[in-house]
């Protein structure tokens, strides 16, 4: 038998509020299942989809899974071919960066397949090309985090410039994603592409404060700074319930909340897991009062990334 | 002989290339001294103004200084008045934060001359009356760190949160301030009230980077984050010369370089002293090769702020 490996890449939160296309932490649930194999045959075959409800291209070089790897070959120039089994354990369209956990939950298990030869920072890229394929747009605020861990800021995309930013340790986020689906080329299309000038000082304000929330462990300031008048404001009217849900998990304790993404996605930071289970169970009750069921997901933020959880030689 | 005590206020650099209009730091020269008197009669006095070849308002209500120190009468509500002597020892106009000197040097030292009923962060509203006053508006990115000392971000200006920023030991300031001068109002009126997102996106990229490089004590991430695609490309057109002078600077081995508030100033940081005199040399070179006279300036950050220089009982 070939070799195997199983990889889980975990779901992303993207913006962090303030921070619109330039931050993103992963999570350690839900996530995306990739299960790779070393072929004779040449070529990326995907023999198996499972948990999209059959909405997802099945040509590889529609998917993003796909994609990554395909980049990937080409980048190593290596004979033979590699088979996919994309499982998907987490919402499509959720504002959660699923199309980024597929593509590197299948390249990352795709690297180890043949040992390793890229570093993680060079495997960003091939995601970026699957993120581009499937999007139109190569952000980096949910393939970074997806990839590399942690929380991510990216400084700039031109040439492409990744800071991880250290966490407090009882920094917890709670996310509730809605029943709802919301295009993320729709959730674009809203927003202008001119703003204001006093509301972008606004903003750098507070992503500066952000920033220095999280490295000088200081949880008042990240409440602070956990503040976007830019996209939020547009994006809240997608989703029924929003401000409802929003007071609802900071009157529960939420040091912020915002909407993951481009949504319905919703996620909250908290200080210690049993705010952040009350800020949970609060959303859920907003969201279910405005007749939406949802899902609720609380997680430290993922230090590691993707991880191997299966292998065989 | 009723009690005197005389103060040093520093200049400042503010924006500091990305954070416009919510980043800055204080260096330790140039800056004002302020002379202040406690004096039976009621009422703020302007008994000499120096420095200035007249420029400045005499009226102690049309001078920050004087606005500053009737704010702090107002708002401790004490009995008699205080006399003030104002030194220049800064140019005007220059990008520097001349009026914040003026008006933190004086009211600090009025604080002390009252035995300190206010603390620093109680003092700012009355130094940003004064700025509003003489400047139209009340910026806070001159008087916060010219009152707190070091490297100041204002995360909000309603409410006011200034965040203090630890900045690595070896970061040296040059500032070159050639002899021109720029109306404040002027430099504002050629920025557009609306910008383009993907420019906010660029610039809240490198906001978190400076942010993140100081606390990280990052030096390269500190220089790769001094980009301004907001303020500088509208306002460099001010300053002649203004790309040979930043070409020399980062020549020379500067972290990076830009415009000092509004200008004419010009800013860089580099890593070491030896590094900052070569660079104000290389700087002041391309300055005069453009027929322009200048001064140059190199310091640390001043993590002090304003400081007693003498006392009279």
Same mark, same amino acid.
């Given at each position: 038998?070939?070799?195997?490996?199983?990889?889980?890449?975990?779901?992303?939160?993207?913006?962090?509020?303030?921070?619109?296309?330039?931050?993103?932490?992963?999570?350690?649930?839900?996530?995306?299942?990739?299960?790779?194999?070393?072929?004779?045959?040449?070529?990326?075959?995907l023999?198996?989809?499972?948990?999209?409800?059959?909405?997802?291209?099945?040509?590889?070089?529609k998917n993003?899974?796909?994609?990554?790897?395909?980049?990937?070959?080409?980048?190593i120039?290596?004979?033979?071919?590699?088979?996919?089994?994309?499982?998907?354990?987490?919402?499509?369209?959720?504002?959660l960066?699923?199309?980024?956990?597929?593509?590197?939950?299948?390249?990352?298990?795709?690297?180890?397949?043949?040992?390793?030869?890229?570093?993680?920072?060079?495997?960003?890229?091939?995601?970026?090309?699957?993120?581009?394929?499937?999007?139109?747009t190569?952000?980096?605020?949910?393939?970074?985090?997806?990839?590399?861990?942690?929380?991510?800021l990216?400084?700039?995309?031109?040439p492409?410039?990744?800071?991880?930013?250290a966490?407090?340790?009882?920094?917890?986020?709670?996310?509730?994603?809605?029943?709802?689906?919301?295009?993320?080329?729709?959730?674009?299309?809203?927003?202008?592409?001119?703003?204001?000038?006093?509301?972008a000082?606004?903003?750098?304000?507070?992503?500066?404060?952000? !920033?220095?929330?999280?490295? /000088?462990?200081?949880? %008042?300031?990240? *409440?602070?700074?956990?503040q976007?008048? &830019?996209a $939020?404001?547009?994006?809240a009217?997608?989703?029924?319930?929003f401000?409802?849900?929003?007071?609802?998990?900071?009157?529960a304790?939420?040091?912020?909340?915002?909407?993951?993404?481009?949504g319905?996605?919703?996620?909250?930071?908290?200080?210690?897991?049993s705010?952040?289970?009350n !800020?949970g169970?609060?959303? /859920?009750?907003?969201? %279910?009062k405005? *007749?939406?069921?949802?899902s609720?997901? &609380?997680s $430290?933020?993922?230090?590691?990334?993707?991880?191997v959880?299966s292998?065989k030689?």
């Amino acid at each position: 038998m070939n070799r195997e490996i199983s990889v889980f890449a975990p779901a992303t939160v993207s913006n962090v509020a303030c921070g619109f296309d330039v931050m993103g932490f992963a999570v350690n649930e839900p996530g995306d299942i990739a299960t790779v194999r070393q072929i004779d045959e040449p070529g990326v075959f995907l023999i198996n989809v499972s948990g999209d409800d059959g909405r997802l291209p099945r040509e590889p070089s529609k998917n993003t899974a796909g994609i990554a790897v395909i980049e990937f070959l080409k980048r190593i120039n290596a004979p033979g071919g590699i088979e996919i089994e994309l499982h998907k354990k987490m919402p499509l369209g959720s504002g959660l960066g699923s199309s980024a956990a597929s593509a590197v939950a299948a390249v990352f298990a795709a690297n180890i397949l043949f040992d390793k030869p890229l570093s993680r920072n060079e495997l960003l890229p091939l995601v970026l090309e699957a993120e581009k394929a499937a999007c139109g747009t190569a952000h980096a605020d949910n393939a970074a985090p997806a990839l590399l861990g942690g929380f991510i800021l990216i400084r700039s995309y031109n040439p492409l410039d990744t800071i991880s930013l250290a966490v407090p340790d009882e920094l917890i986020c709670t996310i509730l994603h809605p029943a709802l689906e919301i295009r993320t080329e729709y959730a674009r299309k809203i927003l202008s592409d001119k703003i204001f000038l006093k509301d972008a000082v606004t903003q750098w304000g507070n992503i500066g404060g952000l !920033v220095a929330g999280l490295l /000088k462990k200081d949880y %008042e300031l990240i *409440g602070r700074s956990l503040q976007d008048v &830019i996209a $939020e404001p547009l994006r809240a009217k997608l989703i029924p319930g929003f401000s409802e849900i929003k007071k609802a998990a900071m009157s529960a304790g939420a040091l912020g909340c915002s909407i993951s993404g481009s949504g319905p996605a919703i996620f909250a930071l908290s200080k210690s897991k049993s705010t952040a289970n009350n !800020v949970g169970q609060s959303m /859920k009750d907003a969201c %279910e009062k405005k *007749g939406i069921n949802s899902s609720i997901y &609380i997680s $430290e933020i993922n230090n590691e990334g993707p991880r191997v959880i299966s292998q065989k030689e």
